[in-house]
């Protein structure tokens, strides 16, 4: 079935650091591509999406692109902060048309030491 | 104003005993889920309704029983809890069910079975 593998945390950087998670995902149709951010305590909150193969999503400085020829999704900011430390997830839709349930990688947190 | 709102938000309780936990979305959306966050955070859909229809129902024990009175409210019932279901349980909403619309995801009901 269909399957989304994200690398193991915790990610630890210092304060203006390039940031990449890396997600790779398996699917047998044309999924659409999200990536999600917990807070302590919270639920999760739609970061970013994407619908088809090679577009960009981006959202707060977070961008993700679509790359079918290498099943990715990978998270990227140039520069993060201390209100960045979260834990990430990235998720994919089963096609449209279909029951909407997401499938979600394992979580990857992120630590942001000022 | 609480977009997505579950109750209780702690739920400490004894194994062999039943237990609810409510949701409910002010947002209008037509398909609400329940999700189920291990303690390695990994996420699990458990169901999905659509306007007040059981769209997904995943491998779940049948202890667990959802109800959907109408499309705001998604409650989930659990009977005779074991240890096992210690989890976080989240409740989320989407505005329909096509795979492209994002979830909106309540706080979160811790659940601890002692």
């Known amino acids: 079935g269909d399957s989304v593998t994200q690398m193991e945390g915790p990610v630890t950087l210092s304060e203006e650091a390039f940031l990449t998670i890396n997600c790779t995902y398996t699917?047998?149709?044309?999924?659409?591509l999200f990536w999600y951010v917990q807070y302590p305590g919270e639920g999760l909150q739609l970061l970013l999406k994407a619908t088809k193969a090679d577009d960009k999503g981006s959202n707060k400085g977070f961008e993700a692109t679509y790359r079918k020829e290498t099943t990715s999704f990978h998270l990227e900011k140039g520069s993060v902060q201390v209100s960045d430390s979260a834990v990430y997830f990235c998720a994919l839709s089963e096609p449209p048309g279909n029951t909407g349930k997401l499938i979600f990688g394992q979580g990857t947190t992120l630590q942001v030491k000022p | 104003d609480t977009a997505v709102s579950q109750t209780p938000k702690y739920l400490v309780t004894q194994m062999g005993n039943d237990k609810s936990i409510k949701c409910e979305q002010n947002l209008g959306h037509d398909t609400m889920y329940w999700y189920k966050q291990d303690s390695k955070k990994f996420l699990k859909i458990m169901f999905s309704?659509?306007?007040?229809?059981?769209?997904i129902n995943e491998t779940v024990p049948n202890r667990f029983s959802p109800k959907s009175p109408d499309k705001a409210h998604l409650n989930l019932h659990i009977n005779s809890l074991e240890l096992g279901d210690s989890a976080v349980y989240f409740c989320?909403?989407?505005?329909?069910?096509?795979?492209?619309?994002?979830?909106?995801f309540g706080n979160g009901t811790r659940l601890t079975v002692t």
């Open positions: 309704y659509n306007n007040k229809e059981l769209i």
């Open positions: 989320a909403s989407s505005q329909d069910q096509d795979g492209n619309s994002p979830l909106h």
């Open positions: 699917a047998t149709g044309y999924p659409s």
